[in-house]
């Protein structure tokens, strides 16, 4: 897999300041986040009761505040989605996407470039996260150009390179990163997404949707899951794209992309109960043609 380094101008920051940040959002996100330490950052879900996804977030703990990076477009709805379950707290929310830079390295170099970057520059990331096939990592809107700059020197070895948003799509999609409004939704329940043992823990205790997390956890029941798919590269399906078995349909794409890696068109799908193990024969319908696939495991390059 290369190297590579992307700045996630798209994502939406919101600061949470306030005495009780943290003890507000560990009780309402799925993710332990009272047990986190300044500089680190995990994955989390806002679920509604029924465990359906209302906002999935990186949460980045600050000395001072917590900043919360989500892909809804509208951060003052995921805000007020928040400010209801507020009741006498000290917490307060604000609009910081202009504040803050989000940073992305993936590929086999990537955490040795951010290692000698943050040594070269020991103050410039704020907060660090290691994601599928890389790390995200949070600077000051200033510095982001400085530290672009840098990393990329520090990779020139590696032949770290910038990418734009569509070879950055491709890569996202081969490492099973999935991403809010087209992979997931508030139609979507966390485990049908396969990120529950990434953003939510089994042992904090109690937040909104954590029984159906469990249930689903323990005993299954899942009516339908995020699924990769792998086909001839000559035909690319798109978003929407439902897929067949025998006859019936079984599910829908939702990304999809030619692999660099594999030569091979991909797809993240929902499917049904009964096509989630690898290797399965089926067919995606697309532009008025049936093109063969095979069900994978996610993601599809480690």
């Known amino acids: 897999m290369p190297n590579i380094l992307i700045e996630k101008s798209w994502a939406r920051k919101i600061q949470t300041q306030g005495s009780d940040r943290i003890d507000f959002l560990h009780r309402i996100l799925s993710q332990d986040i009272r047990n986190l330490k300044p500089g680190e950052g995990t994955m989390s879900a806002f679920l509604s009761a029924a465990g359906k996804i209302l906002a999935f977030m990186s949460v980045y703990i600050l000395p001072d505040s917590i900043i919360l990076i989500t892909e809804n477009t509208n951060t003052q709805n995921v805000v007020g989605m928040l400010d209801k379950f507020l009741i006498t707290e000290d917490v307060r929310f604000e609009e910081a996407t202009e504040k803050f830079a989000l940073i992305s390295l993936m590929g086999p170099a990537a955490e040795s470039c951010l290692k000698s970057f943050s040594a070269a520059a020991p103050n410039q990331v704020l907060a660090a996260m290691r994601i599928q096939s890389g790390f995200d990592f949070l600077v000051k809107t200033e510095n982001a150009p400085k530290a672009i700059k840098s990393l990329l020197d520090f990779g020139k070895s590696h032949n770290l390179s910038q990418a734009n948003l569509e070879k950055w799509e491709t890569f996202r999609i081969e490492s099973g990163i999935l991403r809010y409004g087209i992979d997931m939704d508030d139609k979507i329940a966390l485990p049908e997404t396969g990120l529950e043992n990434i953003a939510s823990s089994e042992t904090k205790g109690c937040y909104p949707g954590q029984e159906v997390v469990a249930r689903m956890k323990t005993y299954g029941g899942h009516t339908k899951k995020m ?22 349909e079984i599910g829908w794409i939702t990304s999809c992309t030619v692999s660099i890696n594999l030569q091979k068109g991909i797809a993240f799908a929902y499917l049904k109960k009964g096509f989630f193990d690898p290797g399965l024969e089926v067919e995606i319908f697309a532009k008025g043609e049936k093109i063969p696939a095979a069900t994978a495991a996610l993601p599809f390059i480690s």
């Not at 690319?236 to 794209?241: I, M, N, R, T, V």
């Open 227 to 248: 699924t990769g798919l792998i086909f001839d590269k000559k035909s690319l399906p798109e978003a929407g794209d439902k897929i067949y078995s025998r006859g019936d």
